[in-house]
Nanobody, 120 residues
């Protein structure tokens, strides 16, 4: 079993910054990728950014130039540095991890989310 714990959300003014963290723990053989997704009220959950075990990154168009995803493989932790925040960034941000287990193969795990609110 794998658990993901997010932190770093909160209330910030327009133009401000936040840094989200997500740490995976449990029975892990290899983390293939980790990423961030978000869901705003009345909208579908959407990709923010992902990073693979090789360090390859993928960003949503709305994230490019403002957000940066990174990993600390030794700590099984992924970060999302968010700069120049806008009210449209207000959402619950969820951490996702794709994990390869020796016994169960490849599985996806989700954190419970952390609220990010950008005031106008």
């Amino acid at each position: 079993q794998v658990q993901l714990v997010e932190s770093g959300g909160g209330l910030v003014q327009t133009g401000g910054s936040l840094r989200l963290s997500c740490t995976a723990s449990g029975t892990i053989f290899r983390i293939l990728s980790m990423g961030w997704y978000r869901q705003a009220p009345g909208k579908q959950r959407e990709l923010v950014a992902t990073i693979t075990d090789r360090g390859s990154t993928n960003y949503a168009d709305s994230s490019k130039g403002r957000f940066t995803i990174s990993r600390d493989n030794a700590k099984n932790t992924v970060y999302l540095q968010m700069d120049t925040l806008k009210p449209d960034d207000t959402a619950v941000y969820y951490c996702k991890s794709t994990v390869f287990h020796n016994v169960y193969g490849t599985r996806d795990y989700w954190g419970q989310g952390t609220q990010v609110t950008v005031s106008s």
